[in-house]
């Protein structure tokens, strides 16, 4: 099956028929009562389902940006443990060129983190952050 050979979309590809036999068994459910009885009434819940289902969806999807940032956070945190701090005189940075201005950065060594970039601030006697 093509779905075999993709992977990870055959256990999505399972999930979508198994919400489509659902709609199909809540169809025939429908057709049962007939539409003068229950339309209405199932008219509302299938809204009311597709309402959850995309507020579930809205949520999967906030929570994976949430692991997204925190791992950026960390991978960040990290990457300042193990930096290598060097103070370079002025005369030193006027001598460097373009490729390696780049990677200077400027860094505060009596953080919490150390090192830690520097906060850019402007405004408000430097209490609004860049």
Do not use: W, Y
Not at 19 to 27: D, L
Not at 70 to 96: D, F, H, M, P, Y
Not at 105 to 127: C, H, L, Q, R
């Amino acid at each position: 099956d093509a779905a075999d050979q993709r992977g990870t979309g055959f256990r999505e590809d399972m999930e979508a028929r198994g919400k489509a036999q659902e709609h199909h068994v809540c169809c025939q459910q429908m057709k049962a009562v007939g539409p003068e009885d229950g339309g209405e009434a199932h008219k509302k819940a299938v809204q009311a389902k597709q309402a959850a289902l995309i507020q579930e969806r809205i949520d999967e999807r906030r929570a994976k940006k949430a692991e997204i940032e925190e791992r950026e956070k960390r991978k960040e945190a990290n990457k300042l443990k193990g930096a290598v701090v060097q103070q370079i005189s002025t005369a030193t940075v006027k001598r460097l060129s373009r490729k390696q201005l780049r990677k200077v950065k400027k860094m505060d060594v009596n953080s919490e983190i150390n090192p830690a970039p520097i906060k850019k601030t402007k405004g408000n006697k430097g209490k609004v952050l860049v």
